[in-house]
């Protein structure tokens, strides 16, 4: 017999996160709450084989518990994925607090979700995200050993290092394109000048390169053509112009069906997440001969920085394997050309036989 929930759904009608489309075998999902502080957050482990699952925990004013599941789902996957590609001793999670960022936390709250995560017993390490701050983490921290990016477990800051891999990466995709990564007299199209993308700007123009850039933002472009020699033109423009690179370095997307055809560049490097806005525009720009970094290669520095950056740790080694992005990044090129098969696939794959292959005992 179906037993109403409401007047809609019925037992037998009703999706459990099992059925979830994004469901992709989590091994953990896990919904927090806390009557006292209002506490509602969803705790998602992807994958442990390589070790605890790391990755942020984002505040947001979710419409529905829903659109919740769904976004930490998806992150929590794209963390195995990028741990794995980054060679860390790390698995994949990610955490959601449904909760206006400005509006509904207190320390109260945060404290609440850091208890839960201590229940997991580590297989969850959680981290800054969007609507998360550091002081937010220290408050986290306060209550449990299993978050990352605090004063006693930090390095502070993450994007000199995500800028520091982008850059890397950026040679990388020079070398197999043009044979070197001498950046010298190239042209780059640099669009977002913030945290990550300024301190790339700052590495390409210290190389030698050209640099054409782009932000919403224009005391941002200012500095950037008065400090960097830049020349700038409207963010509408960045994929437009004729350039050697594009280094896509705002947020979001940007590379579809509508951009691919009109790009005027041998390389697609930058930092920013979500690059392509399907998985086929990795196949659209392989077909016009663009070679594409994929995103969560080339800005893995952020993550390497979180996952290694510990007291004691001394800042070369940091640097070490986030250099060592660029070696990822050839291996995926030389594999793309040789399967002639796009880099996006090839780097999903090559994270799928680390992750997938390989056990650490945690
Ligand atoms: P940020 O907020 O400091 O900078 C983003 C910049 O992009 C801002 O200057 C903003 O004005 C500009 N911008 C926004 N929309 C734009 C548009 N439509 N056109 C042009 N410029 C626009 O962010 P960030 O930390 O520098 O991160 C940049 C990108 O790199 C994001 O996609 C982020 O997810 C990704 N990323 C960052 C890190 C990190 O360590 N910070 C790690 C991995 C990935």
């Not at 482990?45 to 976004?71: F, I, K, Q």
């Not at 950026?170 to 950046?183: C, T, V």
């Not at 780059?188 to 640099?211: C, F, I, M, P």
Request: with cysteine; net charge negative; hydrophobic share 40%.
């Amino acid at each position: 017999m179906n037993v109403p929930l409401h007047n809609k759904i019925t037992i037998d009608t009703y999706m459990t996160p099992l059925d979830h489309p994004e469901f992709a075998g989590h091994e953990q999902i896990v919904f927090a709450t806390d009557n006292e502080t209002g506490l509602k957050a969803i705790i998602a482990v992807h994958n442990t084989n390589r070790g605890p699952g790391l990755g942020g925990c984002r505040m947001w004013n979710y419409a529905s518990a829903n659109e919740a599941l769904t976004d930490v789902l998806r992150l929590s996957k794209g963390m195995t994925y990028k741990n794995a590609l980054a060679d860390l001793a790390l698995g994949g999670g990610k955490s959601v607090i449904i909760a206006n960022p400005r509006t509904d936390k207190t320390p109260e709250l945060l404290k609440a979700f850091g208890r839960h995560i201590n229940r997991l017993a580590g297989s969850y390490i959680t981290a800054e995200d969007v609507g998360i701050s550091s002081d937010d983490m220290e408050i986290i921290g306060s209550v449990t050993d299993f978050a990352r990016g605090t004063e006693a477990t930090g390095f502070g800051d993450p994007s000199p290092y995500t800028a520091l891999g982008t850059f890397v990466g950026i040679k990388a995709a020079a070398k197999h394109k043009f044979g070197s990564d001498d950046l010298n007299g190239l042209t780059v199209s640099l669009k977002g000048l913030g945290h990550v993308g300024y301190d790339v700007a700052r590495q390409l123009h210290e190389a030698g390169a050209t640099l054409i850039v782009s932000d919403i933002y224009d005391p941002a472009v200012t500095r950037a053509v008065e400090e960097l020699g830049a020349t700038s033109v409207s963010p509408d423009e960045a994929h437009l112009v004729k350039a050697d690179i594009f280094a896509p370095c705002a947020l979001g997307g940007g590379l579809n069906a509508d951009t691919i055809p009109h790009l005027k560049v041998a390389i697609v490097a930058g930092a920013a997440n979500n690059q392509l806005e399907t998985p086929e525009d990795g196949a659209a720009l392989m077909e016009r001969g663009i070679l594409y970094a994929p995103d969560y290669a080339i800005n893995a520095g952020g993550v390497i920085s979180v996952a290694l950056g510990e007291p004691g740790i001394s800042d070369s080694v940091v640097r070490q394997k986030t250099i060592a992005i660029g070696d990822t990044l050839t291996q995926i090129f030389e594999r793309a050309a040789t399967e002639k098969r796009p880099t996006n696939l090839i780097a999903d794959e090559l994270a799928e036989e680390r992750f997938q292959h390989q056990h650490y005992s945690a």
